[in-house]
């Protein structure tokens, strides 16, 4: 079974993203932390990209995001930022670039700053990310922005995930 993602917009209260593991489990949390836009950039990545130890991957393992979201000694060993997977590292990168896009306008060289910004924290560049697939990430996270800025209060988003 896949996973599924779910957020449910609200305007008068926080929103609410839930989970529903592949093993059946779910989980949920309100959303008053990041911009809902930062999950949606890691859905497109993380699907686009095929990646299955990225954050919903290990949501799916059996992580909350509370549990991403604690100061750092009192995370898990697993979470710390030293033990998470090659994946999770590469994702938070091309998430933050693809927002900083977003939110500038500008279409920068994201290939080449992506392998510096990688190279300095001595991290591998992700071999799935070729030119066609970074297209493919921009328009899908464009969607899905699109998506939940259409949304009205109570509606939900719901997004499946193959870890």
Known sequence: MDALLGFQKETTKPSIFTFRRSDGSAIWTKLNRLPIEHDLAHYAVEKTLQFKQAFYGLLDQGFTPEAFELPRDKRSQAL????????????????GLLQTERISGENSDFVSTLKQAL?????????????DQLRKIRETYRELVYQWNTLKSGERLELPFNP
Request: proline fraction near 14%; glycine fraction near 0%.
């Open 119 to 131: 190279d300095a924290k001595e991290i591998p560049f992700p071999n799935r990310l070729t030119e």
């Open 80 to 95: 710390m930022p030293a033990n998470l997977p090659v994946e999770a590292h590469q994702a938070e990168f091309i998430v």
